[in-house]
């Protein structure tokens, strides 16, 4: 925990703030830093032979942007989409530089201001349940929110076939 030190010397822990976000039953956080926009749902573009949580791309003001399907990725049930349902649009890092991708969610909550203090590691789950892709885990407001690292989410062979999907649909 970084921890500083205000004009009195008094400690006081770091704040972060992350954006939080429902599929199913589970909140969800990713750093406020990393989003660029939250839109509503959009008409997305199939992407022929890739996995079914790439659900396509969209065209956001002339740029060809990738979207996931959080609920899909993770191996949750399929939801058809509704009036809540939005695309977060988020930069990650990949190793050929940085590059937008949509994530589809349920919902968006709010932004949270969480303590470092309050936010753990992951847990073990054992060498069956892939959790590189998670921050860590934060008590807020009574609930726990899975913190996500958005630039795990998709391992490198992934991040390649969304590259490519997006890169051979020019609208």
């Given at each position: 925990?970084?921890?500083?030190?205000?004009?009195?010397?008094?400690?006081?822990?770091?704040?972060?703030?992350?954006?939080?976000?429902?599929?199913?039953?589970?909140e969800?956080?990713?750093?406020?830093?990393?989003?660029?926009?939250?839109?509503?749902?959009?008409?997305?573009?199939?992407?022929?032979?890739?996995?079914?949580?790439?659900?396509?791309?969209?065209?956001?003001?002339?740029?060809?942007?990738?979207?996931?399907?959080?609920?899909?990725?993770?191996?949750?049930?399929?939801?058809?989409?509704?009036?809540?349902?939005?695309?977060?649009?988020?930069?990650?890092?990949?190793?050929?530089?940085?590059?937008?991708?949509?994530?589809?969610?349920?919902?968006?909550?709010?932004?949270?201001?969480?303590?470092?203090?309050?936010?753990?590691?992951t847990?073990?789950?054992?060498?069956q349940?892939?959790?590189?892709?998670?921050?860590?885990?934060?008590?807020?407001?009574?609930?726990?929110?899975?913190?996500?690292?958005?630039?795990?989410?998709?391992?490198?062979?992934?991040?390649?076939?969304?590259?490519q999907?997006?890169?051979?649909?020019?609208?």
């Amino acid at each position: 925990m970084k921890v500083s030190q205000d004009a009195k010397g008094q400690s006081e822990a770091k704040i972060e703030k992350f954006l939080t976000f429902t599929l199913g039953d589970e909140e969800y956080g990713v750093e406020i830093l990393k989003v660029r926009e939250i839109i509503g749902l959009m008409d997305i573009t199939p992407v022929p032979h890739t996995p079914e949580f790439i659900k396509g791309v969209i065209n956001l003001r002339g740029k060809v942007i990738p979207v996931v399907d959080l609920r899909l990725k993770f191996g949750l049930a399929p939801k058809e989409y509704d009036e809540k349902t939005c695309i977060i649009v988020v930069e990650i890092n990949t190793s050929s530089g940085p590059m937008l991708m949509g994530i589809v969610v349920d919902s968006v909550s709010e932004v949270l201001n969480i303590p470092t203090s309050d936010i753990e590691s992951t847990p073990q789950f054992g060498t069956q349940v892939d959790t590189r892709f998670i921050l860590g885990m934060a008590k807020a407001k009574d609930r726990v929110k899975i913190l996500l690292d958005i630039d795990k989410v998709l391992t490198q062979e992934e991040i390649g076939v969304v590259n490519q999907a997006a890169e051979q649909n020019v609208f």
